[in-house]
């Protein structure tokens, strides 16, 4: 499994960015994917994650109503909507699977992680 994010940058407080996140791997169908994301100074969160199937989404209470998490398996590919941005939303977006079923906010429960994508919300 190798994962690659891309879609981060400079957005204005209330716009909008999509991530987006693709598995170079032969089983990205099994795993729930989540994203998680570190502020300079503070230790990385979870953000949302979905089940293999998409049938379970689940969020953080901070980025409820604004943030949708979805994915394409036949493109093996995770997204993040992100819509209503606040500038404390800004930090390095992560993408990470899980190969044991989602155990959302558990960062542990990840088995593998991307490098990340800056983004940054100006005020």
């Known amino acids: 499994v190798q994962l690659v994010e891309s879609g981060g940058g400079l957005v204005q407080a209330g716009g909008s960015l999509k991530l987006s996140c693709v598995d170079s791997?032969?089983?990205?169908?099994?795993?729930?994917m989540g994203w998680f994301r570190q502020a300079p100074g503070r230790e990385r969160e979870f953000v949302s994650a979905?089940?293999?199937?998409?049938?379970?989404?689940y969020y953080a209470d901070s980025v409820k109503g604004r943030f949708t998490i979805s994915r394409d398996n036949a493109e093996k590919m995770v997204y993040l909507q992100m819509n209503s941005l606040k500038p404390e939303d800004t930090a390095v977006y992560y993408c990470?699977?899980?190969?044991?079923?989602?155990?959302?906010?558990?960062?542990?429960?990840?088995?593998?992680w991307g490098q990340g994508t800056q983004v940054t919300v100006s005020s």
């Open positions: 979905v089940s293999w199937n998409g049938a379970s989404t």
């Open positions: 791997g032969r089983t990205f169908t099994n795993y729930c």
């Open positions: 990470a699977a899980a190969k044991y079923g989602c155990v959302p906010g558990l960062e542990v429960k990840y088995d593998y």
